[in-house]
């Protein structure tokens, strides 16, 4: 084993450590709480999911791989809400995981993306080690959001594995 091979498996652990506190945390709402919001921006708890299986897509299929399969949601709805039942937008989330899973396993950590980023970012998010730190950078964050709202809904908190 080389010292890729053990930080590729930690930072895949640490993406599905806060993959699996997003799914945590909205499992047991229910579809009324789950298409509330609680914030003035509007987003909901099940938009806000949608919106995470979109960040893995793109930033897995589409800056890391180059490219990704046209998919019939993009672009229907607001972004941060979503008109789609709980099942389709999980199943969507978990499948948008394994497509990044698969990019993640066959790229090396030291790939550059296919795809260059604007600054500010441009530079840390050249190859797909930055853009993995991005993506549990981004996935924390909003599991934080997605606990706040959990707490507000129904004063429930701590549900992730973390």
């Known amino acids: 084993m080389n010292a890729d091979d053990g930080e590729k498996r930690a930072l895949v652990a640490f993406l599905a450590a806060q993959r699996a506190s997003v799914v945590a945390i909205v499992d047991g709402l229910d579809d009324s ?3 509330t ?11 806000l999911v949608e919106h995470l299986g979109w960040v893995e897509r793109a930033w897995f299929q589409e800056v890391v791989g180059g490219e990704a399969e ?6 229907d709805h607001d972004p941060l809400t ?3 039942p709980r099942e ?3 199943a969507f989330y978990e499948e948008q995981c394994r497509h990044s899973d698969a990019v993640i396993a066959r790229t090396p950590l030291s790939a550059p993306t296919k ?6 970012l441009g530079d840390d998010l050249a190859d797909l080690r930055g853009v993995i730190l991005h993506l549990i950078e981004e996935t924390a964050r909003h599991a934080g959001h997605l606990d706040i709202a959990r707490e507000l809904l129904e004063g429930r908190t701590g549900l992730g594995p973390r």
């Open 33 to 35: 709480a789950l298409t």
């Open 37 to 47: 919001s609680v914030v003035p921006s509007g987003w909901t708890p099940l938009g």
């Open 70 to 75: 046209p998919h019939p949601w993009a672009g």
């Open 82 to 84: 979503t008109p789609r």
């Open 88 to 90: 389709a937008v999980l």
């Open 115 to 120: 795809v260059p980023r604007p600054e500010p």
